[in-house]
């Protein structure tokens, strides 16, 4: 068994992954170990660029997916350390967030208030804007 990296790899079905991975030479034949891929796409818009990362494959709850060499058009090795921190922010985020196949509700959700509330700050809101242009 070889050591493990972050690698990006670009598959000939034209998919870019993200992962740890390792190489594996299985006896001549050698293959690609990858645990927790994910896709990473990078969309900029006018006001930023956003980062959204999701799972290679979202059906299987398995951590770890072999793939034969080729399969595989280039990889490269990551050090960026910007990059390894998010995909391990995602990682760990995604363990906080799901349990047993439930979805934890969490103050990270935008649920800050109850409806009430919410609807006595808007009226408020409206209120203040309504005085403002008269």
């Known amino acids: 068994m070889g ?3 972050y690698s990006a790899i670009k598959l000939v079905s034209g998919e870019e992954i993200f992962s740890l991975i390792y190489i594996d030479e299985n ?3 050698p293959v690609v170990v990858l645990q927790d891929p994910v896709i990473i ?3 900029n818009n006018q006001t930023g ?3 959204k ?3 290679w494959m979202e059906i299987p709850q398995d ?3 072999i793939i034969k060499l080729d399969k595989i058009i280039t990889m490269t090795e990551v050090k960026d350390s910007n990059t390894i921190l998010l995909y391990q922010r995602y990682l760990n985020d995604d363990e906080e967030i799901y349990d047993s196949g439930r979805v934890k509700i969490s103050d990270k959700m935008g649920y800050v208030s109850s409806v009430e509330d919410a609807r006595k700050n808007l009226e408020d809101l ?3 804007n309504s005085n403002k242009s008269n």
């Open 3 to 5: 050591e493990e990296f």
């Open 27 to 29: 006896e001549g034949d």
């Open 41 to 43: 796409k990078v969309t």
């Open 49 to 51: 660029t956003y980062v």
């Open 53 to 55: 990362i999701k799972p």
């Open 63 to 65: 951590d770890i997916y």
């Open 126 to 128: 409206y209120k203040d």
